[in-house]
């Protein structure tokens, strides 16, 4: 091991490091978790590619020890929109030490947080110079969280965080400043709710795939909602093969309020289904999701939402859903309300969460400018972001919907490269959604 670079644990112990000159060398560590085994000259690669490309902090995949025996654990490389709080750099971490210095002297923030201090560290970092992957294996560690993913996918909410998460956004809102990508509510652009000619108030969205057993119950709890205005059903049947177009045809037959749509094309994901579906002359002034997987609540969940536009003046109407099995049962973590979100820092904040809540309303005037990209993860968060930028959105914290939890959901057990491919997916996102804020600060048309 490399003797000029000291190694701490804690982040806390690495600022107080640094500026009692404890850390002296070009280089200093923070290795996480105990019992890490390093590669021969780990140490040297790491500050020899830092040194060469420039970094101001390198980090590396790893090997995991654990049931299963040893995997490789590859992460995933920074980039600008990487502002989850949850994002993998391993255990081991390694950091330009003058860098760290001013961090330490001359921000602020640095001394302020309990729990964020790292958080707050790598995104000041980020701002000075380059934080770098290497897509190199260097150490082992035990495996230290053996949970599926749909297990682990809720940790970012949990409210027994919510200091955490509190001081998280804290952290997040003043990096956002510094580098001119804040939204303030002063630039939310007002909406005609009242704009436009609809057949119905309002649409229920469903977009499916495969889905013979969990379709009919979606389709019919739609059905029951109970409104002093009109609406239906739109369903886009992406090309089922497992019997799941016969339900729908035969839903269709039975009540005129269902309108099924089966692609020209064969091309589409979930975001070019959606798109479908408002874009189509039967789409209501008001498109509302439901997964084909899931149910609402109760039969006013729908006329909730549609108040909820009025009430609050808003483009998007974000409302809570209860994680259950198919015996609705409640599940882990229960009620997913977003609690986080305020009316005056929430569009900042959603660029550090991975997700905005369901179901998910959108005004269809403003949805048909705002398309959906065409994919089949996180379309609808990159349309959350684009509609708050500009505009308000709403919230409704009381039960709307069900989250059904079932092996076929398809989020419920994803592999280390599935999982890194979503997050640099949303990782993408929120880096297209920085450049469009800052463009907008720069522009003057705020």
Known sequence: MNEEIRIFTTCGELLSGVMSGVSRGRWTALQTQPGIIYKENAWSRLTGVAEAVGAAMIYCDRYECGASGLVL????????????DDFDFGSVLVFRTELVRGFAETCGEARRYKYSGLYALRLWLARQGLVFHLPEALYTAELSDERTSGERQFDYINPANGDVQ???????????????ALVRPGQRLPVDLSAGTFPVGASVVIPVRNRVRTIRDAVESALTQQCPFEYNVIVVDNHSTDGTTDILRRLAAEDKRVRLIIPERDDLSIGGCWNRAVNDAACGRFAVQLDSDDLYSSPKTLQ??????YAQGAAM????????DFGLNTLAPGLVSHAEWSDANGANNALRVNGLGAPRAFFTPLLRSIPFPDVSYGEDYAVGLAVSRRYKIGRIYDELYLCRRWEGNSDAVLT??????????????RTIELAERIKLNTSGDV
């Open 304 to 309: 909730t939402i549609v108040d909820a536009f």
């Open 166 to 180: 509190r001081e998280r956004e804290l952290a997040v809102t003043f990096h956002l400043r510094e580098i001119n």
């Open 317 to 324: 109407v974000i409302g809570s859903y209860r994680v259950c």
């Open 73 to 84: 654990h590859p992460v995933t490389d920074y980039q600008a929109g990487s502002l989850r």
């Open 416 to 429: 280390a490269e599935q999982t890194n491919r979503n997050n640099i997916y949303k990782d993408r996102l």
